[in-house]
């Protein structure tokens, strides 16, 4: 294939991803995301920063936020492999705060419009003094402020603007293997980023060490308590569709909320079919349900008791009492890391650590054994501290 001339904005120098129009030369990857940046008005805020957190940070917290601030001081970037549930929000805080106290602005970025929508009341909160913003496709009214919550399809709108950006779950769809995303954070920020996730490969953090990156851990969830592990019943997959009948009853009866996750979208439209014809008030959600907001709120409040969703709730989602069913978890979209984000739903709340991780599935596979190491091991840290 020929080389070429790079795209100045995402590197693409595939010739047939090329084209020209009226004598100019443009690149088709990343055409939807050129637009005129959004231009750093002089001074736009005068205002004295505050951190209203409500509680105070864990011991564990504590010394991981210290030591972000600290990286972040040096303007080095900062890589935090935290297990679910560890409060990954609340260590990054102190940074955030740092930085608007230094006339700077922070970007805190999400691959998930849903996940967007579930952080940036927890930012206004903690932030009450400073503006904070939320943008996301169709929701683009307002771009600027001292905190921007947004997707990173949201970026190109940024060019060197952010001084820290936080890229929470960096290693979730769709940016994971997206080459403009990609250079679309690198160049919307001036400063230094802040990646956050649960799911770190020791090749990422192995990689990101010997370019000079600071790599802080957090193997122990805010409340102190272990993870819930997983359990795994194996049957065939029609015989399981019984089984979750008689363990989703249980729980609904017992007012605790269920999220059941599959793999396709076939599979989803099929358990859930048969589901509500045993068990009402449940919903099936993925990315392309027109009522998905309306139907994970009244999930939140209680009015409707179980959901049925592909991976689009795997992260972000916190709900007490909360339990969780993997089906098909032999299939091969459910690696390794999708599993743990998936059990990382249950026992997040302090006032009920525990819960149950349900997999049903033929055989067990090897992503299934890797989760279930990778809790053990974060459990075995926990019990080495007490």
């Known amino acids: ?207 990101f060490h010997e370019i000079g990156g600071h790599i802080e851990r957090l193997e122990i969830r805010h409340h102190q308590h272990p993870m819930p592990q997983l359990k795994w019943i194996r049957t065939w997959q029609f015989l399981s569709y019984f089984l979750m009948i008689d363990r989703v009853k249980i729980w609904v009866k017992n007012h605790k909320p269920v999220i059941i996750f599959v793999p396709t979208l076939a599979e989803g439209k099929r358990l859930f079919q048969w589901l509500s014809l045993w068990i009402p008030k449940g919903r099936w959600v993925h990315a392309g349900t027109p009522s998905r907001d309306e139907d994970i709120e009244a999930f939140k409040q209680g009015k409707v008791h179980y959901l049925v969703s592909t991976s689009i709730l795997e992260r972000g989602i916190t709900l007490v009492h909360l339990q969780v069913i993997i089906a098909s978890a032999d299939h091969p979209l459910m690696e390794e890391k999708t599993l743990i984000q998936m059990a990382g739903r249950v026992g997040r709340k302090k006032e009920d650590p525990n819960g149950e991780v349900i997999l049903y599935a033929q055989v067990v596979t090897p992503a299934m054994v890797a989760s279930y190491q990778r809790i053990e091991n974060a459990n075995r840290a926990l019990s080495d501290l007490f």
């Open 1 to 207: 294939m020929e080389i070429i001339q790079p795209c100045s904005f995402c590197g693409n120098r595939e010739t047939d991803l090329f084209d020209t129009r009226k004598g100019v030369r443009y690149c088709r990857v990343c055409l939807p995301f050129q637009t005129e940046p959004i231009v750093i008005q002089a001074q736009p805020f005068s205002i004295e920063h505050v951190l209203k957190l409500g509680y105070a940070l864990t011991p564990a917290q504590q010394r991981v936020s210290e030591g972000i601030l600290t990286a972040i001081q040096q303007q080095k970037d900062v890589m935090v492999d935290a297990v679910t549930g560890s409060g990954k929000t609340e260590i990054v805080f102190a940074s955030i705060l740092w930085t608007l106290k230094q006339g700077g602005r922070v970007g805190f970025v999400i691959p998930r419009r849903d996940v967007v929508r579930e952080l940036f009341p927890r930012l206004v909160n903690a932030f009450p003094f400073s503006t904070c913003v939320e943008v996301y496709g169709g929701h683009t009214d307002q771009l600027e402020g001292h905190i921007t919550v947004l997707t990173t399809h949201q970026l190109y709108r940024y060019q060197h603007y952010f001084s820290l950006l936080v890229f929470d779950e960096v290693d979730a769809f769709p940016y994971v293997g997206n080459r403009v995303l990609k250079k679309m954070v690198k160049r919307s920020v001036k400063g230094s980023i802040i990646y956050l996730s649960a799911t770190f490969t020791p090749y990422v953090l192995k990689a």
